[in-house]
């Protein structure tokens, strides 16, 4: 089965399930038994960018993958997380976020440390006003444009950044001209983006963690790589050789023997 059929497959097998929190409708997917294990995607997804590691997963796991509605902090973010995992009967688990997922991540680790058993930081940074300082003129201008544009400006840099630093994944172009097209691209990518530079302390984890980085990663630069080494130096970390910002997708199978090994 090709890629893109294997997705048409997966969205198949595992229409979304949905709770309200609030006025804001939460969508998600699951499956599997056993302890639980939440997947948190970056500015760029939703839980289907998980697809190719769904099925291995959750031969030994509750695995739930959530797909963030447009919230505007990461607050809200940990308050629909809570009513999935409560949902799906959920008291612990482990969690594994990349990027955006990746901070969010560690933002439960410090409010939820009783909650989680393990965590994976992945392609992703700690607390910094780095991101902020670089990139916040860039996010006013983003404010001012029409969707169409925001859209078309997030398409053409996946084609000529990420998706070559990815081993010119086809199937990684596919998934980002979908996820950036459509009415809500700029609601949804200002709304990330304010998770993104929201200010937090960085925890001291209660529990094993461990890192996934990428060694040529296009959207987190080495700085911000090292200051996440530095940020939990007792972490072991996992570097991806060349596969860029979405190793998941791209490196799939080597992927998902990286989760197995952190999570045994």
């Known amino acids: 089965m090709i890629p893109n059929e294997a997705l048409t497959e997966f969205r198949r097998r595992y229409p979304p399930r949905t709770v309200q929190v609030g006025p804001v409708t939460w969508r998600y997917k699951a499956a599997g038994a056993g302890p639980g294990l939440l997947l948190l995607h970056g500015m760029a997804g939703s839980a289907d960018i998980w697809f190719q590691q769904f099925d291995a997963l959750s031969h030994g796991h509750r695995v739930v993958a959530v797909t963030y509605p ?4 990461l607050a809200e ?8 995992m409560d949902t799906e009967g959920v008291e612990r688990f482990s969690v594994l976020g990349t990027s955006l997922g990746g901070y969010l991540a560690q933002y439960l680790v410090g409010r939820e ?4 058993e393990r965590a994976i930081f992945a392609n992703t940074f700690p607390p910094n006003d780095i991101i902020a300082r670089s990139s ?3 996010a006013r201008a983003v404010g001012f444009l029409p ?3 925001v859209a078309a400006f997030l398409r053409r840099n996946a084609t000529r950044n990420l998706v070559p630093a990815a081993d010119g994944s086809p199937l990684l172009d596919h998934m980002l001209q979908e996820q950036f097209s459509g009415p809500d691209v700029k609601r949804s990518f200002l709304a990330r983006y304010q998770c993104v530079v929201e200010p937090f302390d960085a925890p001291s984890p209660a529990m ?3 890192i996934f980085e990428s060694d040529n990663d296009p959207l987190v630069a080495e700085p911000l ?4 080494r530095t940020t939990y130096p007792d972490a072991p970390v996992r570097t991806f050789t060349g596969a860029g910002h979405f190793p998941y997708i791209n490196r799939p199978d080597e992927y998902a023997a990286a989760i197995q090994a952190a999570l045994e």
């Open 208 to 210: 094993p963690v461990t």
């Open 136 to 138: 916040n003129a860039l």
């Open 225 to 228: 790589r090292r200051l996440l």
């Open 147 to 149: 969707n169409r544009l």
């Open 77 to 84: 973010l940990r308050a629909g997380i809570d009513a999935v």
């Open 70 to 73: 447009i919230v505007g902090s």
């Open 113 to 116: 440390p009783d909650r989680i």
